[in-house]
């Protein structure tokens, strides 16, 4: 599919107001209508100081919106910007700085990630965090650039662009701290809720959502969260996960708001064995 021209633009004869007859609606004063294409021009100068800086701004925005805020973007004049920038032939230009731009923001995700490799909690939680900010913040951007996505990257180079941002986050990201960041969630899983519950869950659905394969390099930690990961249950398998299970309560029962507040236990609340 090529990429669309001016005409592509919705038709909006339909505005002309009752009573107008055939001939002023024929008029060339209609193509000067707000918002029509057909008249404007796009320099190479307008879209350097003009359309891609409005453009960054409001990626980086959204690539620096803390997970859960909330940031004013008229998405309309955003849309709009790339609108114009696709039908006027600078796809392949605003693609380009779109990537560009992003790939160098993972790229400094990774050395902050790098800044805290020595301290086990605060990596595992910073990776958390900037993973979720940052596939939150796709949620926005791949939205505002919806019509390139369309008419340049599915169309002519056959690919999605969300799952090519996406896949910039992998590559200069994650690939580069999973063997690290997964190490370090094992040694803390020895030590219950050593890793905040909820911090635990989204930061393995997201490495899941990510990349699959990640689940390859420890099948036993993504089954926790992720269903049928580990193959289906064979019935030689059942005294491993006894032993599992014993060592589970073991562990609960050092925690002190697990261990029961009074030794005196009515023979029916003993606990329950799994043999």
Same mark, same amino acid.
């Given at each position: 599919?090529?990429?669309?021209? $001016?005409?592509? &633009?919705?038709?909006?004869?339909?505005?002309?107001?009752?009573?107008?007859?055939?001939?002023?609606?024929?008029?060339?004063?209609? +193509?000067?209508?707000?918002?029509?294409?057909?008249?404007?021009?796009?320099?190479?100068?307008?879209?350097?100081?003009?359309?891609?800086?409005?453009?960054?701004?409001?990626?980086?925005?959204?690539?620096?919106?803390? *997970?859960?805020?909330?940031?004013?973007?008229?998405?309309?004049?955003?849309?709009?910007?790339?609108?114009?920038?696709?039908?006027?032939?600078?796809? $392949?230009?605003?693609?380009?700085? +779109? %990537?560009?731009?992003?790939?160098?923001?993972?790229?400094?995700?990774?050395?902050?990630?790098?800044?805290?490799?020595?301290?086990?909690?605060?990596?595992?939680?910073?990776?958390?965090?900037?993973?979720?900010?940052?596939?939150?913040?796709?949620?926005?951007?791949?939205?505002?650039?919806?019509?390139?996505?369309?008419?340049?990257?599915?169309?002519?180079?056959?690919?999605? +662009? =969300?799952?090519?941002?996406?896949?910039?986050?992998?590559?200069?990201?994650?690939?580069?701290?999973?063997?690290?960041?997964?190490?370090?969630?094992?040694?803390?899983?020895?030590? *219950?809720?050593?890793? *905040?519950?909820?911090?635990?869950?989204?930061? %393995?659905?997201? +490495?899941?959502?990510?990349?699959?394969?990640?689940?390859?390099? =420890?099948? &036993?930690?993504?089954?926790?969260?992720?269903?049928?990961?580990?193959?289906?249950?064979?019935?030689?398998?059942?005294?491993?996960? %006894?032993?599992?299970?014993?060592?589970?309560?073991?562990?609960?029962?050092?925690? *002190?708001?697990?261990?029961?507040?009074?030794?005196?236990?009515?023979?029916?609340?003993?606990?329950?064995?799994? =043999?």
């Amino acid at each position: 599919m090529d990429e669309p021209m $001016e005409s592509a &633009e919705p038709d909006a004869a339909n505005n002309v107001e009752e009573g107008s007859n055939d001939n002023e609606k024929r008029q060339p004063a209609q +193509l000067l209508r707000p918002g029509s294409m057909v008249m404007m021009t796009l320099t190479m100068e307008d879209y350097v100081s003009k359309y891609w800086p409005k453009l960054q701004g409001a990626i980086d925005q959204l690539l620096n919106m803390k *997970p859960g805020a909330y940031i004013p973007i008229s998405y309309e004049q955003m849309y709009s910007c790339v609108y114009k920038c696709v039908c006027k032939q600078f796809s $392949e230009r605003l693609y380009g700085d +779109l %990537i560009d731009h992003i790939t160098r923001h993972v790229q400094t995700l990774s050395e902050q990630l790098q800044t805290h490799v020595n301290d086990a909690k605060e990596f595992v939680e910073c990776f958390s965090y900037l993973m979720h900010q940052y596939l939150q913040a796709l949620g926005g951007i791949v939205p505002i650039f919806n019509y390139l996505n369309r008419f340049y990257v599915q169309s002519k180079l056959k690919k999605d +662009l =969300n799952d090519e941002l996406r896949s910039l986050f992998r590559v200069h990201t994650a690939d580069k701290h999973i063997a690290h960041l997964l190490s370090l969630i094992d040694q803390a899983s020895t030590t *219950p809720f050593a890793i *905040p519950p909820p911090t635990m869950a989204s930061l %393995i659905k997201n +490495l899941y959502s990510l990349n699959p394969d990640y689940a390859l390099a =420890n099948t &036993e930690l993504f089954a926790r969260f992720i269903p049928n990961v580990l193959p289906p249950t064979n019935i030689s398998d059942l005294s491993q996960y %006894i032993e599992e299970t014993h060592h589970l309560q073991q562990q609960l029962r050092r925690l *002190p708001e697990y261990r029961p507040e009074s030794s005196h236990k009515r023979s029916f609340e003993d606990d329950i064995s799994v =043999n």
